[in-house]
């Protein structure tokens, strides 16, 4: 899919979800966040690649071996055209590994994972301290909606049920 200094990222086969799993859960972990154990994640990453509505990308010389980032993706049908949304709902990059344009990398085969599924529009969520995250997505143009000095704020609401 790309390739570069970084290595290569590809789409997560069967076999490399348990390397997936793990990922996510080191990357709760290491930001404090509850996680299921990686094995969970894992089971949980196959379930909703085979429903076809999410993408999990790897980054890494062999990804499938030892991967050093990830990104998944999640797609809806949009309603205001014929296209999908789509979600980056999670990237993340090994701590050793950053800086190294890996995450530049992941970022290039989602926006081109988004535009072979037919995705009109793209939406991530970030932290507002997580400023290393807001420059990498400003670089490849991503506008945040916070409305500034000249607009009304957007607000994320989140309930869990």
């Known amino acids: 899919m ?3 200094d970084s290595g290569v990222v590809t789409p997560a ?3 490399a ?3 997936a799993g793990r990922l996510l859960h080191d990357f709760n972990r290491e930001f404090g966040e509850p996680s299921p154990p990686a094995d969970v994640l894992a089971a949980r990453l196959r379930e909703l690649v085979a429903s076809g509505d999410t993408a999990v990308l790897l980054a890494g010389a062999e990804p499938a071996a030892k991967p050093v980032g990830i990104a998944v993706l999640r797609f809806r049908g949009a309603i205001f055209s014929a296209g999908l949304e789509c979600y980056l709902a ?3 990059v090994i701590p050793e ?3 190294q344009g890996v995450g530049r990398a992941l970022m290039d085969a989602v926006l081109s ?3 072979q599924r037919r995705a009109d529009r793209i939406e991530i969520g970030v932290d507002e301290p997580d400023h290393a995250a807001r420059r990498l997505y400003e ?3 991503f506008t945040n909606r916070t409305g500034g000095p000249d607009g009304p704020h957007m607000y994320v609401y989140e309930r869990d049920l």
């Open 90 to 92: 999670e990237l993340y």
């Open 139 to 141: 670089s490849f143009g």
């Open 113 to 115: 994972e988004a535009r």
């Open 13 to 15: 086969t069967e076999s």
């Open 2 to 4: 790309a390739t570069g």
């Open 97 to 99: 590994r950053r800086g």
């Open 17 to 19: 979800m348990p390397a």
